[in-house]
C-alpha cells in the first residue's frame, strides 16, 4: 500500500471538511442552531465527535464557516463577473440568478433564514454579518442613484423587503407559492 500523497491527503480532508459543513447545513436549517449539538453533527456527518474538533474548534465556529460560505456564493450570484451592477440588464440578471438559485438551493435558503430569524445567531455572526452586507447593498443603492431613483436607499429596502418575502414564502410552501408568477411580477417592476 503506497502512502498518501499531500494531494491526495488535502481531497480527503476537503471532502471530510465539505460534508461536516453540508451536514451542519441541513441540521441547523431543520433542527434550528441551538437544538443542534455537536454530537448531532458529527452523528449527522457519519465521523467522530473528536474529528469534528479537527475541523471546526466550536459549534460557533461552524455557523461562521457557514455563513461565510453561503454569503460568497451569494456575492458570485450578485454579481458573477465582479463588475457591479451598471445598467438594467445587469439587475434583471441578478434578479433571474436569484429566482433559480432559491429554487434549486432550498436547505442553503432555510439556513440563510434560520439565521436571520433566531438573534441569539445574529449576535453570533454580527461582524460577519455587517461585512457582507456592505458591498451588495451599495452596488445596488449605486445603480438606483445611476437610474435616478428620488430614494434610493428606499427602493433598496423595498427590493430587500420584497426578496425576505419571497424566499419566506416559498421555503415554507414549495409546491405551493406562485414563485415563477412572482418572479415575472418583480421582473416587471424594474424592466
Request: contains cysteine; glycine residues 2%; charged residues 30%.
Amino acid at each position: 500500500m503506497c502512502p498518501r500523497t499531500k494531494q491526495k491527503f488535502e481531497e480527503i480532508r476537503e471532502s471530510k471538511r465539505r460534508k461536516i459543513l453540508d451536514s451542519a447545513v441541513e441540521c441547523f436549517a431543520t433542527s434550528g442552531y441551538h437544538a443542534v449539538t455537536i454530537s448531532n453533527l458529527a452523528a449527522h456527518a457519519g465521523i467522530s465527535k473528536g474529528l469534528m474538533y479537527n475541523y471546526f474548534s466550536s459549534k460557533d465556529e461552524l455557523l461562521k464557516a457557514i455563513f461565510n460560505e453561503i454569503m460568497s456564493e451569494m456575492m458570485q450570484l450578485f454579481d458573477p463577473d465582479h463588475k457591479g451592477m451598471s445598467d438594467r440588464k445587469d439587475l434583471l440578471q441578478y434578479l433571474e440568478r436569484f429566482f433559480r438559485h432559491l429554487k434549486s438551493n432550498i436547505i442553503l435558503w432555510k439556513m440563510y433564514m434560520a439565521i436571520f430569524s433566531q438573534p441569539a445567531v445574529q449576535q453570533i455572526l454580527k461582524e460577519e454579518i455587517l461585512d457582507a452586507s456592505q458591498k451588495p447593498l451599495k452596488m445596488i443603492e449605486f445603480y438606483f442613484k445611476k437610474q435616478e431613483y428620488k430614494k434610493p436607499f428606499v427602493e433598496v429596502a423595498f427590493l430587500s423587503t420584497l426578496f425576505s418575502g419571497v424566499v419566506i414564502e416559498y421555503i415554507a410552501d414549495p409546491e405551493n407559492y406562485p414563485l415563477d408568477q412572482i418572479r415575472k411580477r418583480i421582473l416587471n417592476l424594474y424592466r
